[in-house]
């Protein structure tokens, strides 16, 4: 998996899983936000996982990606 990628998909995790207040992710701007929070954000990503943008082995990969 891309760096490129997992930052898309930590977006998605990060908008759908995280707070709602502040300005959306995008994968230009998920660098400036903390590791632990978008490795939170994935993991309940994962586990609400409906299918509709990536597989549960895409937010796998970019979870463990950004967890190193």
């Known amino acids: 998996m891309t ?3 997992a930052a898309a998909i930590a ?3 990060y ?3 995280g707070p709602r207040d502040g300005s959306p992710a ?3 701007n998920v660098g400036n936000l903390r590791r632990t929070d978008l ?3 994935l ?4 586990a609400a996982h409906d299918g509709s ?3 549960l082995a895409e937010i796998d990969a970019a979870r463990d990606l950004l967890a190193a």
């Open 26 to 28: 995008t994968p230009a």
């Open 15 to 17: 908008n759908v899983c």
């Open 53 to 55: 943008l990536y597989t």
């Open 43 to 46: 993991g309940l990503y994962l």
């Open 3 to 5: 760096k490129t990628k």
């Open 39 to 41: 490795v939170r954000c």
């Open 11 to 13: 977006a998605s995790a």
